[in-house]
Nanobody
């Protein structure tokens, strides 16, 4: 059974930094892509950043220049380095992994809370 476990969230002041991590268990198959999403209270979940094939990364415009997504090569381990955090970055951050072989499908972590105080 594929499971995603996130860690690294917490409370930080505006302008501070946090690093999120996501590890996949239950399979030795490499994910085709891994991504971070977030959901603020009362809002829909939105895409933040993703990596395809361990080396093609993309970031949403609202985090470009502040957040960096990274993945250990050939590992199902994903990171999100978040710098210059703003109060509007507050929300639950979710890790997503998509497989096209083995356990085909998309899987989600349980969510990790990030709170940025002004």
């Amino acid at each position: 059974q594929v499971q995603l476990v996130e860690s690294g969230g917490g409370l930080v002041q505006a302008g501070g930094s946090l690093r999120l991590s996501c590890s996949v268990s239950g399979t030795l198959v490499g994910a085709k892509s891994m991504a971070w999403y977030r959901q603020a209270p009362g809002k829909q979940r939105e895409w933040v950043a993703s990596i395809v094939n361990s080396d093609i990364s993309n970031h949403a415009d609202f985090v470009k220049g502040r957040f960096t997504v990274a993945r250990l090569r050939f590992k199902n381990t994903l990171y999100l380095q978040m710098n210059s955090l703003k109060p509007e970055d507050t929300g639950a951050y979710y890790c997503n992994a998509r497989f096209v072989a083995g356990p085909v499908g998309a899987y989600w972590g349980q969510g990790n809370q990030v709170t940025v105080s002004s």
